[in-house]
């Protein structure tokens, strides 16, 4: 350490200020994140010593970030101007606001691990945009000035510990020559950072929870930020898109499906030999609603008795997977019945008006389609997208007063939702026009609070068993109102999860944590029953058309689950990295640099443990995959016309 001190006189010392300070504060959240979740992690000393190694490498990478404009100041102020004391006013300054950013961020990252238990991915991306909900939801959910407080006290303390240092390399002079040479030197650092160093580095473990200690939360950001689609055949490992495609034909043939003469599409034809049921259709996806609230799936704290109540009365899927782990994620999932692409969610990219999706084909059939959200449809895309790909979008700004109950940072409670929900339906019958409407609930969302008395868990302990209770409540409530309508007993009503609300585990993709629950629930349309077999959130959409006998034209990756032949069956699971494709009980994962992993998971504890799997099995994820991708890119997947 002495040999160092010589070094804070220089006249780039607070580069190693800076450095000090970065690598302690990255150094004290991986230490609060390893105590936190000691429980979940490999405990062998190897892979804790090198997730605390490559993650020193990781913090030394955005510490030369984080040092661009501290060196730029040490660089263009000349000799006569850095040494005055005036000069510690504005190098404070810097050095407060650059250490206020890095304090803030332990913050944020001990409560983004908590909720979602990784490092910042796309989700933190989106909490930036969307800052009117999040922050609301942040000030809701925590005692901010306290907080607040608490950072400014911390970072003061910090700028008086090193204050000596950063004031000593006022005492060394530097020409302009050799500062640009310096400074040049160090630009090199930083454009490595860039060019060189991937987030795939961290990656040395097969327990996920190492793997994410060893990372750096702002670098995770960065990454998430610059990778918001990442193209399949550079990154991903590919086969000869006409092999593929006639994988993809072959596993979408069904007795009711003619396909075009297009090699390069799957595009079909579904031919109905019963007339169309000419029914509605009330979809709710539920945000965040695990499969393991459900009493059925085992848990004992009675959050959900509505849905499990319903089970023996409705087509019920006992094997239903999530694609993501996000709500935009879901609702691609749902509407395009496509598999996840690398990168963020269709729903979120700018070329995705006009798409085939569950909408187009119902509003080709005389449908109203609406796309209803109880907060502000501009968050995620989704009003720019359901608009622009045959729905009418109604979100709290057309929900009258009238109709809510409770406000968080997210919108209006799911009742009020719900309530509002009964007044399009209605307003459709008396048109006498069918009518075909998603629904998105908020409620089960931080900081989990929904209207006083409706529930036996307060609103005021804000947990999110209350949340999904109140949710439960809510789509009681609507079917008991909705029973007492007319169009009631010619509708199928759809009650899904978006996701699930934890999606990291030990393992990449734990399939456990893309379980969800999903029912059909129609009394005087759909025979009960349990539906064992594995099926994905692709599938809804075409198995919804499937009961209802429609003919259309299908550009659907799903299958209609009623109409396949046995062994077909597969779900799709991903992170925005990390493709998984599951057949025959068996994961394979396909990752960026054309990485390919296969395993036999374990669909109770989401365990993979790693196994070889046959090569056709391979091609057929990597078909699923690159298909969509190349559907979607070229522009395929749009509306048929």
């Not at 930083?190 to 750096?216: H, M, Q, T, W």
Request: glycine share 6%; charged share 20%; hydrophobic share 40%.
């Amino acid at each position: 350490m002495r040999k160092l001190l010589p070094l804070f006189k220089h006249r780039f010392g607070p580069l190693l200020v800076l450095a000090f300070i970065l690598c302690s504060l990255s150094l004290l959240t991986r230490i609060i994140l390893l105590i936190w979740s000691w429980p979940n992690l490999d405990h062998n000393p190897l892979y804790l010593l090198g997730a605390f190694l490559i993650g020193f490498f990781y913090d030394l990478v955005v510490w030369g970030f984080f040092a661009i404009p501290v060196a730029l100041y040490c660089w263009l102020m000349k000799d006569s101007w850095y040494q005055k004391k005036w000069q510690r006013i504005p190098l404070f300054v810097l050095f407060f606001l650059v250490t206020l950013i890095l304090v803030v961020n332990v913050c944020a990252e001990i409560v983004f691990w908590d909720e979602f238990n990784v490092r910042y991915n796309f989700i933190a991306v989106d909490y930036l945009i969307y800052t009117t909900e999040v922050l609301g939801n942040i000030w809701e959910s925590y005692n901010i000035p306290l907080i607040i407080g608490a950072v400014v006290l911390v970072v003061l303390l910090l700028l008086f510990l090193v204050r000596k240092k950063l004031v000593e390399s006022q005492q060394s002079s530097m020409r302009f020559k050799k500062r640009t040479v310096f400074f040049l030197c160090f630009l090199l650092f930083p454009l490595a950072g860039y060019f060189l160093v991937n987030n795939r580095f961290k990656d040395i473990s097969s327990n996920n929870y190492i793997n994410e200690l060893g990372g750096n939360g702002i670098y995770e950001f960065g990454s998430a930020f610059w990778n918001n689609e990442i193209d399949y055949n550079k990154f991903y490992i590919t086969r000869n898109d006409t092999t593929n495609f006639a994988i993809l034909r072959n596993m979408l043939q069904a007795p009711n499906a003619v396909f075009s003469s297009d090699p390069l599409s799957i595009e079909r034809t579904i031919r109905s030999d019963s007339p169309e049921h000419k029914w509605n259709v009330v979809l709710i996806s539920v945000e965040s609603l695990s499969g393991d609230y459900l009493q059925r799936f085992g848990n004992k704290e009675n959050i959900t008795p509505y849905l499990d109540s319903l089970i023996p009365h409705g087509l019920w899927f006992d094997q239903f997977y999530a694609s993501g782990t996000r709500t935009v994620r879901g609702l691609e999932a749902l509407s395009l019945a496509i598999p996840p692409t690398p990168g963020q969610s269709i729903v979120r990219r700018p070329d995705n008006d006009d798409m085939f999706t569950m909408g187009s084909v119902l509003k080709g059939k005389g449908y109203d389609c609406h796309y209803i959200y109880g907060g502000n449809s501009f968050f995620d895309n989704m009003g720019k997208f359901f608009s622009n790909s045959s729905y009418t979008v109604l979100d709290k700004r057309d929900i009258p007063d009238s109709f809510v109950h409770h406000i968080t940072a997210w919108g209006i409670d799911d009742e009020g939702a719900l309530d509002y929900t009964i007044r399009q339906c209605d307003k459709s019958y008396a048109a006498g026009k069918l009518f075909f409407n998603h629904v998105m609930t908020v409620s089960n969302h931080r900081p989990y609070t929904y209207p006083e008395g409706r529930i036996d868990i307060p609103p005021s302990s804000q947990t999110i068993a209350g949340a999904v209770k109140y949710t439960d409540y809510a789509i009681n409530k609507f079917l008991k109102d909705a029973q007492q309508k007319p169009w009631f007993n010619n509708t199928l009503f759809v009650i899904v999860a978006d996701h699930c609300s934890k999606s990291a585990g030990k393992t990449d993709l734990p399939v456990n944590r893309y379980h969800i629950p999903c029912l059909i629930y129609a009394p005087q349309l759909v025979k009960p029953r349990i539906e064992g077999r594995l099926v994905s959130q692709i599938d809804l959409a075409p198995t919804i058309l499937g009961l209802m006998n429609l003919s259309y034209t299908s550009r659907f990756f799903g299958y209609d689950i009623n109409r396949l032949a046995p062994g077909k069956e597969r779900v799709f699971i991903s992170t925005y990295q990390d493709m998984g494709y599951i057949r025959d009980g068996k994961l394979v994962i396909l990752s960026p640099q054309r990485r390919v992993k296969t395993f036999r998971p374990d669909f109770t504890t989401g365990a993979n443990v790693p196994e070889k799997v046959s090569d056709s099995l391979v091609n057929e994820a990597i078909s699923w995959y690159q298909g969509a991708s190349f559907l979607y890119r070229s522009g395929w997947y749009k509306r048929v016309k």
